[in-house]
């Protein structure tokens, strides 16, 4: 019996333009050697807010959904879809369940082509990570310094 193939499942999966667009102009950014990282938390909504009926598709209210925006600057559909497949791997293998709700894009650069699986998949892992981390702080620590240094002084 071949053992069990784990999957990216489609819930796990950004597919919608207009997420890839909410991503790219209102989240935050994460620079690795081989990729930048796009983020957004995701916003909770309230059944209430939904009215009556629910959209036929409604995204999970928790767990990071990703997503890949291979140009076609970075080569020929081979290239490309090379780097989406081991994109992709790299994030089946990193995806967990998540504490934080988040929608994230994945842009691979040049050097993914040569660089080695290994260190792809400890990118988007250490990826991964920055994104939990920065997203489940409470708002008051992600204050600016002139705000905290205000609230110290009691102004």
């Given amino acids: 019996m071949p053992p069990e193939r784990a999957q990216f499942p489609r819930t796990a999966r950004l597919l ?3 997420d890839f667009e909410r991503v ?8 690795s050697a081989s990729l930048t990282v796009f983020y957004l938390a995701r916003v909770q909504v309230d059944a209430n807010e939904l009215g009556a009926k629910p959209p036929a598709r409604t995204p999970a209210l928790h767990g990071l959904r990703v997503g890949f925006t291979v140009g076609r600057a970075l080569g020929g559909a081979v290239q490309r879809n090379r780097m ?9 293998m990193s995806l967990s369940a998540a504490s934080v709700a988040a929608d994230v894009v994945i842009n691979p650069k040049k050097s993914l082509l040569t660089a080695d699986f290994a260190d792809v998949l400890k990118e988007v892992q250490r990826a991964f990570g920055v994104i939990e981390l920065k997203l489940s702080r409470a708002p008051a620590e992600t204050a600016t310094p002139k705000e905290s240094s205000n609230r110290k002084a009691g102004n």
């Fill in 16 to 18: 919608r333009h207009a």
């Fill in 84 to 92: 989406k497949r081991r994109l992709r791997e790299a994030v089946r």
């Fill in 24 to 31: 790219y102009k209102q989240g935050r950014r994460h620079f």
